[in-house]
């Protein structure tokens, strides 16, 4: 088997995410490559040494131009903040490396648009860490969407909701509060939450025509962990927005960081015609399955335990009833995207899918500013 050697960028949260699901892949799907981490990039040295030692990872890089120019790299996954995901991926893909990068593509669709011009240009395999695409049950909803079990659909509603910013003492930016400066984020919930809700909608109910948003910064100034300085927030803090999608469906999208005692309550549900269906991050491995056409005294919302062998990515598992959670999602992401490697072929969501879901955060930002309904930029 061939070995296929990864670089990569940051060793934070998703670097651990995509550590792990890089070590266990292989022990659960059967790959095209034998995956070697070869090396790990971060600024820091001596805490790069300590993440390659308890990760496994052969060698330590602590500037991703030298990553990017080495040979033995075939893969960079870029899992840096969104300031550095443009300048990254465009020069690994001029040096014709397939690129997995972290999602939000980039801070602004004018940035996405360079980034996916490079990897076609480069025609090098590519891939954006929209990672809830792959947890089983969400799966399993987008085949039951293709098969037509719901018919058409009338209406999607998704929220994403945290409670971790209000403390107005929180200082912003800098290593752990990166996501609070604007300059690094791009955004505040929109590219960092809605994105992630932007995504599993147009990939279950294609495209988004039009927006309509409002935001609202809550705490209008921090002190920023670098300069020292009280400065202003740019970020918005909490955002919701009513979108129409192509098929005619209508909906709503919340997200904020201000709902005290949610700590990562993604969920969404989707009215058809025959049927409706709901998901509930803190619930992953169940989706909830209304059908109209059931026999009417027994009719009602199913709670299905995705965890059979015949639901979406189960079979590589554990026996039926037996639930896999988060981190496996990332693990179904690198299984997929080398497998599309081997075949030539691409993997969603690519950078330009990645790109579709910044035109509509793009749209939304957009809209909070105007006060009117704008439309979405569409893809080429
Ligand atoms: N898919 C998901 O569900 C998900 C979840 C969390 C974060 N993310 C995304 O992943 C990315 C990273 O987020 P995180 O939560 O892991 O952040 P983090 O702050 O935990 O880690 C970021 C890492 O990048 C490193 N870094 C920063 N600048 C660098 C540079 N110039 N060169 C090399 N390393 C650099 C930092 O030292 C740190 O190790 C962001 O784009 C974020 O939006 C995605």
Redesign the pocket.
């Not at 960028?9 to 995410?17: D, P």
């Not at 990039?41 to 820091?44: I, K, L």
């Not at 860490?129 to 809830?132: D, G, K, P």
């Given at each position: 088997m061939k070995t296929l050697n990864v670089g990569m960028?940051?060793?934070?949260?998703?670097?651990?995410?995509h550590s792990n699901a890089f070590r266990k892949v292989g022990h659960f799907f059967d790959l095209p490559y034998q995956i070697v981490l070869k090396a790990v990039?971060?600024?820091?040295e001596e805490?790069a040494r300590a993440f390659a030692a308890r990760w496994g990872y052969e060698s330590v890089e602590?500037?991703?131009k030298k990553l990017l120019a080495r040979e033995d790299i075939d893969l960079v996954d870029?899992?840096?903040?969104?300031?550095?995901?443009a300048e990254?991926a465009i020069a690994a893909a001029r040096a014709g490396k397939m690129i997995m990068c972290?999602?939000?593509l980039a801070r602004t669709g004018a940035e996405g648009e360079k980034m996916v011009r490079a990897v076609e240009k480069a025609g090098v395999p590519n891939t954006v860490?929209?990672?809830?695409r792959r947890i089983p049950a969400v799966t399993l909803a987008k085949q039951l969407i293709d098969e037509g079990r719901l018919g058409r659909i009338f209406h999607y509603r998704a929220k994403f909701l945290q409670d971790w910013t209000i403390n107005p003492d929180l200082p912003q930016g800098g290593?752990?509060l990166?996501?609070l400066d604007v300059k690094v984020?791009g955004s505040g919930v929109t590219?960092?939450l809605l994105?992630?809700c932007i995504d599993t909608a147009l990939w279950l109910n294609g495209s988004v025509d039009r927006v309509n948003a409002m935001t609202e910064t809550f705490v209008k100034e921090r002190k920023h962990v670098l300069s020292g300085k009280v400065e202003k927030v740019g970020i918005d803090d909490a955002c919701a927005f009513l979108a129409r999608f192509s098929n005619g469906s209508l909906a709503t999208f919340e997200s904020t960081r201000y709902a005290r005692g949610h700590k990562a309550l993604y969920t969404f549900e989707i009215n058809g015609e025959h049927a409706s269906i709901a998901w509930d991050l803190h619930d992953l491995h169940r989706l909830q399955y209304f059908d109209h056409r059931d026999q009417g005294t027994t009719r009602g919302w199913r709670s299905i335990h995705v965890t059979d062998g015949e639901h979406p990515y189960m079979a590589k598992w554990w026996v039926p009833g037996l639930a896999i959670g988060y981190e496996h999602s990332?693990v179904h992401q690198v299984a997929d995207f080398l497998q599309g490697v081997a075949e030539g072929k691409p993997v969603g969501p690519t950078f330009k899918d990645a790109l579709e879901t910044q035109y509509v955060c793009d749209a939304v930002l957009k809209s909070a500013q105007t006060g009117k309904w704008e439309k979405v930029k569409k893809i080429r």
């Open positions: 960028i940051g060793y934070g949260f998703m670097g651990r995410a990039c971060a600024r820091n805490k602590t500037d991703w870029i899992c840096a903040p969104n300031d550095v995901h990254i972290e999602k939000p860490w929209y990672n809830y290593t752990g990166w996501r984020a590219g960092d994105a992630h990332f």
